[in-house]
Each structure stands twice: as C-alpha cells, then as structure tokens.
C-alpha cells in the first residue's frame, strides 16, 4: 500500500497558495528580516496584486516583470500574476541598464513592477531611466517607450513620485476597482501547461536566455522535493537565495504544498543569516553553494548559533571542500545532509539524496533522480554511458523548461530526441546515484589533454588555508591553454602560491597543476554562482 503522501495533485502555482491560506490562514507562510505574512495576509495580498493588474490591462498569457529585491512585495506579485495566468518574469536585481533593456524587450513585458527602495546599493528607478530614457518624458496612462514598444506600465510597490510609473498609492487604489470574483473566474481558467515563469539564466558570451517553464513542472517538481524530504507542515524551510532564482522559486511551491513556512532573506549576510536560523526555529536549510556555506561556518557566530533543530539541509557537500563536511558534522551532529544536482532549465531539482542513504553516499553524491524523471549519462557518440564513465547528462520529465523564448536554434540545440542535454558532465555509480563533474565548457584542453575544472577545485580546496577555489583556462602557445587557480583563503590562514602549486604536483599529474595562484577576497557572482569569465578577464 503506498503512502498518500506519494500521490502529487498537480494544479496552479496560484492554487498552491491559495490551498495552503484555506488550510492555515493563520499561520506564517513568509517570514523575511523584520516583516512576516500568514498564509491568509499572503494569500490576500497575492489577490489583490491580481486585481491591481488585470486594472492595468494585464490578461492570460501577458508577460509581467518582477524587478524587485527578495521581499514579501515580490512574493504578493509573483502569485498575483499567476492566478492571473499571465506569465512571471523576475528579473535579476543586479542587471546594468543595458541588461534590463535587453530583458524587457526580449521577454516581451507589457508590464514591470519594481520599487523606489535602494537595494543592495541599486536604484531600480535610476537603472529604468538608464536603459529607457525617455521613460521621464512619458504622460498619459499608458507608456510609449522607443526601446521597449510593448511596455504599457511600470507600477511600484513602495512610496515615490516617478514620471511614467503608477504609484504605490494609485495601483493599491486599482485593485478596489475590480471585484475578487473576478480574479477567481480566471484563475479557475489556468492550465497546468500553461507557462507560468519566464526565468532568465545568465549569460556569458551572449545574452541571457528566456527559459520557459510550466505551472506543472514548478508544482510537481516543488511536492516531488518535498515527498524526498519528508516535509510537513510543521517544518520551517529557508533560503539564502534571491527570489529571482529558481532555488528560491520552486521550494516556496514545495513548501506551500504542504503548508510549512518559509524563510527568506533580502540579502544574504552570514550573521543574519545564523540569527534567522535560531530565531525562526529553521528546520530544513537550502544554502546549496559554497560560497554561502564557507561564510556561515568561518562567521564568528556560527559556533555559539543554536542550529540543533534543523533536520535536512542541502549543502552538496560532494561538491565542498573536506573542511566544510567536517565543520558541519560537528555543529549538526543529527542533521541529515543531502546533495543535489539541478538547474534552471530543469524547474530546479533533478537529482537528490534519499534520507535513508548511508552518510557516504549522501556526502560524496549528489543523490538519485525524483520519480517521474529520468536521466542518462551519454557519450560524444549519443550512447549511454557505462556507471561510473563520465559523459553528459541528459533529462528528461515533468520538470524540463518548454524551451528557450523566441529561439527556436538554441532550443532545437538543447533537445535531442525528447532528451534535454544539460551541458553538464556528468556519471552514475551502479546503484544509480549522481554525480557532478562539471560544464563541459569547464574542460580545459592541455597539450591535447582533457582536465576538468573542478577536479583541480577539489584538490586545492583539501589544503588547510584554504577556503575556496575555482579554476579557469589561460591561453597558452605551446599547450593551448593551461589551468589558473583563483584561491580564497580562510580567516586568518597564509600560504604561499608555490606551496600551492608544489601540494598540487604532489597529487596530481603534472600537466594537471595549476601554473598560477591568484588570491580574492571577493568572487565575482551571478544571484548564486561564481562567474569563470570575469575571473578569466582578469588574466588579461
């Protein structure tokens, strides 16, 4: 007899809010810094953002940018716009001028709703006025923009008088001039194909890309997570990432589907972060990257932080360096760590560890694929590979993005008989369990040899001074290229780039070893990854 709790109910993102504010009205669905919301405010909330767009016009299948920090505003409009069936488009809150033009064209908005507060050091309002400068020129009701020629409205969510924008007060005052029931006749109307997001991955040497994803592989892939990770509605769920990323987009669905709230940040900050994990009684964490889980553990609070009730937290350890595993077995004694493998064009989450798999397994992979996905490990040649063999991994399920908006090459590119192909390499052992080797992309070719990235990362991050490493391709004239290490140390720890090097030559073959050292502070970062093209700009 099977669990109920293995059945997924598939409906709209706007329905996986609505059902959870039916069943707990009263309890915390959103916390942030300094603000909450019930699961009944949020759901209210969420409505009444509807009804303030579809006043401004906003119809199924319309597309509405998101430009707002991480923030309960940004939770209300994302909901808002799917019960309207209109399509999401956060957009990433660090984009220059130039990127945001590009975005709001490309996408399609015939709508933005952003804030007059500065974030992170950014004015979204001085940003507009940069990619769109005629936007101060504009009067009437509806804008008129040489740049972007189907964007009828900027509407902000917080306090300011900005030429061409609704205001806060006149679009709260919009959604009193259309009736709730109107919003629930539509939502009603929404299908579980239809696209809900259009999320934007970065890009390096091209524009981003539009990947389109659907209301079910949002839905199904948040309750397949949450099946995998034994949630309930008595759990606490947080995460560090911007709500512009899928690893925060698809856990709220996870987390709403069975009524357990979630934790946010406006930022990320390891000593805030710490303080929300205590006080908010966190009981499954979803740092993911190294780069939030070395500045949590180095924090001068981590050892005297309460971290004695999280459960489940996803720290891909496999992918860390040893120090991490060892610093994390120690503050959470009891606390299951699992590996994930995913990305954007995946709705998130392919591939997780099982609660039950052995602490190997769950330290040093990176899980097995949810049901209802499958997965294989191809050869250049197009056949599978042998467990163990690298290759590239390729998807196939509910979850995989429809393809990428208006680009019928890149998409055709992606998808090979009804396989998406990842650009990831990647192998599974026998038992089936997943693990990452990097983007083929990551393959540096030395005098003819093939050496990936991470595998140097790896090593270099063993040693004792060492934080975190990341390594690129310098051209070479003999060679081709040659590996450079990038090196963050750790609090208060020294060494010597040759040291560096001479530990490297000791473990690995020579052509292997990375011929430079340099050392940062401060990575270069996308909402979530260290960017290798602007470390590899910096070698000139």
């Not at 906003?58 to 808002?80: A, K, N």
């Not at 019960?83 to 984009?95: C, E, S």
């Not at 330290?363 to 467990?387: C, K, N, S």
């Not at 196939?396 to 993005?401: A, C, K, L, Y």
Request: include cysteine; hydrophobic fraction near 40%; glycine fraction near 8%.
């Amino acid at each position: 007899m099977l669990d109920f709790r293995d059945f997924i109910a598939v409906t709209s993102v706007g329905d996986v809010l609505l059902r959870a504010a039916a069943h707990n009205p009263g309890k915390p669905g959103l916390v942030f810094t300094g603000e909450s919301r019930t699961f009944g405010e949020l759901a209210k909330g969420a409505i009444d953002r509807a009804r303030a767009l579809h006043a401004l016009g906003v119809r199924r299948g319309d597309h509405v940018g998101i430009l707002l920090p991480s923030c309960v505003e940004f939770v209300e409009v994302f909901f808002g716009i799917t019960l309207l069936g209109a399509v999401a488009v956060p957009v990433n809150a660090r984009y220059r001028s130039h990127e945001l033009a590009y975005l709001v064209k490309d996408a399609d908005l015939v709508g933005l709703v952003t804030s007059t507060r500065v974030a992170e050091n950014v004015d979204f309002i001085e940003r507009l006025g940069q990619a769109f400068p005629d936007l101060a020129d504009q009067t009437g009701d509806t804008l008129n923009l040489e740049k972007a020629p189907l964007l009828r409205f900027i509407a902000l969510v917080a306090d300011g008088d900005v030429p061409g924008t609704v205001s806060r007060r006149a679009f709260a005052a919009l959604a009193e001039t259309v009736a709730p029931e109107v919003v629930d006749e539509v939502r009603r109307c929404v299908r579980v194909r239809d696209t809900a997001l259009i999320l934007y991955t970065s890009g390096t040497t091209s524009n981003p890309k539009g990947c389109l994803m659907s209301h079910e592989a949002l839905v199904r892939t948040g309750q397949a997570l949450a099946i995998r990770y034994d949630a309930t509605g008595d759990d606490v769920f947080w995460s560090p990432l911007p709500m512009f990323h899928i690893a925060a987009i698809f856990p709220i669905c996870a987390m709403y589907a069975v009524g357990a709230t979630y934790v946010g940040m406006a930022r990320f900050e390891a000593g805030e972060a710490l303080e929300l994990l205590e006080k908010h009684k966190v009981t499954m964490a979803y740092p993911s990257f190294g780069t939030f889980i070395g500045d949590m553990i180095y924090h001068p609070d981590f050892s005297r932080t309460d971290l004695s009730r999280i459960r489940v937290m996803n720290s891909n350890l496999a992918m860390q360096p040893d120090s991490f595993r060892e610093a994390l077995r120690k503050a959470l004694p009891d606390c299951i760590q699992v590996g994930t493998y995913g990305m954007t064009e995946t709705s998130g989450t392919v591939s997780t560890s099982r609660l039950t798999d052995d602490y190997r397994t769950r330290t040093q992979r990176l899980g097995h694929p949810l049901p209802g996905l499958e997965m294989r490990i191809v050869r250049e040649d197009g056949t599978d590979a042998d467990p163990d063999e690298i290759g590239e991994i390729a998807v196939r399920g509910f979850s995989v993005f429809s393809g990428y908006y208006k680009d019928e090459d890149k998409t055709r590119a992606a998808f090979r008989d009804g396989w998406f192909h990842t650009g990831d390499l990647g192998s599974r052992d026998a038992a089936g369990s997943v693990m990452f080797h990097g983007r083929t992309k990551d393959m540096l070719k030395v005098g003819g040899e093939n050496v990936a990235a991470l595998e140097i990362e790896a090593l270099v991050g063993q040693h004792d001074a060492v934080k975190l490493c990341q390594v690129v391709g310098k051209p070479d004239a003999r060679l081709q290229e040659v590996p450079v290490a990038f090196v963050e140390l750790r609090p208060g720890a020294s060494v010597d780039p040759a040291e560096l090097i001479a530990y490297c030559r000791d473990r690995i073959s020579g052509f292997k070893v990375p011929r430079e050292i340099h050392f940062v502070t401060e990575w270069p970062m996308s909402a979530s990854k260290i960017q290798k093209f602007m470390l590899q700009r910096r070698l000139g």
